[in-house]
């Protein structure tokens, strides 16, 4: 699911809806350059001192050049000042989710995972994350392999985690990333008549399904460009 998917949503959506971490790389393209469907949202402690800012600006900077040139000397790079940090440190500067963006575009989904795994409930903003994250790794790692079949089961374990979490708790992310994951396993007709119902409805999703139809044909052409250049390496 992808990491991360949250200025792309902006960009699509022109959604108004504050989230929770940085704006990493605002020149950039998100819709073909972002690796879609999973938004790590992890809470972090960012202080802005010179030597953190120093530290977060030289991974950035590694990440923009490779979505710039496709070099992956420039992930390695990033890697080593990455690895220079431990767990505790990744949150205080707020490259948890770079760490684990650059594991994914260099393939290492284990090392993802065990660090999710690893990762403290406490650190996720909300309490399906953390699950979302784990299976939307496993899906990803299974498409690498192209084991269809298990990477639509765990999209499948998501769309019915967030159904549930949607369903206890007004999210405008959780259902945005509920139907950019349904885009990974359903035609997209399927989705947009979901929507419309939804939308015609008197729910309280009903501007967001509005706002998601709209956008929907561009989302899921943009999340399957993005999955298909996240796993060429």
Same mark, same amino acid.
Request: charged share 25%; net charge negative; glycine share 2%.
């Given at each position: 699911?992808?990491?991360?998917?949250?200025?792309?949503?902006?960009?699509?959506?022109?959604?108004?809806?504050?989230?929770?971490? #940085?704006?990493?790389?605002? *020149?950039?393209?998100? %819709?073909?350059?972002?690796?879609?469907?999973?938004?790590?949202?992890?809470?972090?402690?960012?202080?802005?001192?010179?030597?953190?800012?120093?530290?977060? @600006?030289?991974?950035?900077?590694?990440?923009? =050049?490779?979505?710039?040139?496709?070099?992956?000397?420039?992930?390695?790079?990033?890697?080593?000042? /990455?690895? =220079?940090?431990?767990?505790?440190?990744?949150?205080?500067?707020?490259?948890?989710?770079?760490?684990?963006?650059?594991?994914? /575009?260099?393939?290492?989904?284990?090392?993802? +995972?065990?660090?999710?795994?690893?990762?403290?409930?406490?650190?996720?903003?909300?309490?399906?994350?953390?699950?979302?994250?784990?299976?939307?790794?496993?899906?990803?790692?299974?498409?690498?392999?192209?084991?269809?079949? =298990?990477?639509?089961?765990?999209?499948?374990?998501?769309?019915? %985690? /967030? #159904?549930?979490?949607?369903?206890?708790?007004?999210?405008?992310?959780?259902?945005?990333? /509920?139907?950019?994951?349904?885009?990974?396993?359903?035609?997209?007709?399927?989705?947009? $008549?979901?929507?419309?119902?939804?939308?015609?409805? $008197?729910?309280?999703?009903?501007?967001?399904?509005?706002?998601?139809?709209? @956008? +929907?044909?561009?989302?899921?052409? @943009?999340?399957?460009?993005?999955?298909? *250049?996240?796993?060429?390496?």
């Amino acid at each position: 699911m992808i990491i991360f998917a949250k200025q792309y949503l902006i960009k699509i959506l022109n959604d108004t809806h504050k989230f929770q971490y #940085h704006n990493l790389y605002p *020149q950039m393209d998100f %819709l073909v350059k972002l690796i879609p469907c999973m938004i790590l949202i992890l809470s972090s402690c960012y202080h802005s001192t010179a030597t953190k800012d120093d530290m977060y @600006s030289k991974v950035n900077n590694e990440i923009v =050049s490779y979505y710039n040139n496709c070099d992956i000397q420039h992930l390695h790079q990033a890697k080593e000042y /990455l690895e =220079s940090l431990n767990d505790d440190e990744l949150f205080d500067l707020g490259l948890a989710e770079q760490n684990v963006r650059v594991f994914v /575009l260099l393939q290492r989904f284990d090392d993802a +995972i065990s660090f999710i795994e690893r990762t403290d409930d406490a650190k996720f903003v909300k309490r399906y994350q953390k699950p979302y994250y784990m299976h939307s790794l496993l899906a990803m790692k299974a498409e690498t392999k192209n084991d269809t079949i =298990s990477a639509a089961e765990h999209y499948s374990i998501i769309i019915e %985690l /967030l #159904h549930n979490y949607i369903d206890s708790e007004y999210d405008e992310t959780a259902f945005y990333e /509920l139907y950019l994951t349904k885009t990974k396993i359903l035609p997209t007709a399927t989705i947009e $008549n979901e929507l419309d119902s939804i939308a015609n409805g $008197n729910g309280p999703y009903n501007k967001c399904a509005l706002n998601l139809k709209n @956008s +929907i044909l561009r989302i899921a052409e @943009s999340v399957n460009i993005a999955t298909t *250049q996240a796993i060429k390496y």
